[in-house]
């Protein structure tokens, strides 16, 4: 069982808004009396992604200003379509992934129908098991492509920074701890 925290959920969300506005761990870890470590641990790599994502918006925003006004409402139009089309695209693999799993279920009931002394005797079962696996596997290929997208993105944001990730790092650093 974990040991409970010395400090209230109020305490908590106290320290992360300070650490939001630029206050350091270490003089907070002092002040609430829990280690350094502890804040770290909780806060550490949020409080950091925050500030990236922030750093991000505000260069997006800059370079949104920077278009000719009707430039800008294509901009924004144009990520709105992206949203949709992302939004869409996990709903089909969503569904899709309900295909595939009823799929298999289906495909498992047609592989009881074989016989296991005499399996050719049992060739129509043999097809339907191997038709619906085919449709199954397919009905998972949206999913398991932006799964895969979605692992490759990660890689990339793990990478060295490039150009625009190690401005947006840069902006980050410049904002306080």
Do not use: C
């Not at 300070?18 to 907070?28: I, N, P, T």
């Not at 016989?115 to 009905?139: C, H, I, W």
Request: no cysteine; aromatic share 4%.
């Amino acid at each position: 069982m974990a040991r409970q925290s010395p400090l209230s959920p109020k305490q908590w969300a106290d320290i992360e808004r300070r650490l939001f506005d630029g206050e350091m761990a270490k003089d907070l870890s002092k002040e609430f009396g829990v280690s350094y470590n502890a804040i770290k641990k909780r806060f550490g790599s949020n409080v950091n992604q925050v500030k990236i994502v922030a750093a991000q918006i505000v260069a997006t925003e800059s370079a949104i200003k920077a278009l000719p006004v009707s430039s800008q409402i294509q901009a924004v139009n144009l990520a709105v379509k992206l949203k949709s089309i992302s939004e869409h695209l996990a709903g089909a693999a969503e569904f899709g992934a309900m295909t595939a799993h009823r799929l298999s279920g289906l495909a498992h009931n047609e592989v009881q129908k074989i016989d296991d002394v005499d399996p050719l005797q049992s060739l129509e079962a043999m097809k339907g098991v191997s038709a619906l696996t085919r449709l199954a596997n397919d009905s998972a290929e949206i999913g398991l492509n932006l799964l895969k997208a979605n692992k490759e993105s990660i890689d990339r944001m793990n990478e060295p920074a490039s150009d625009d990730n190690k401005m947006l790092r840069d902006i980050a650093a410049l904002l306080p701890n």
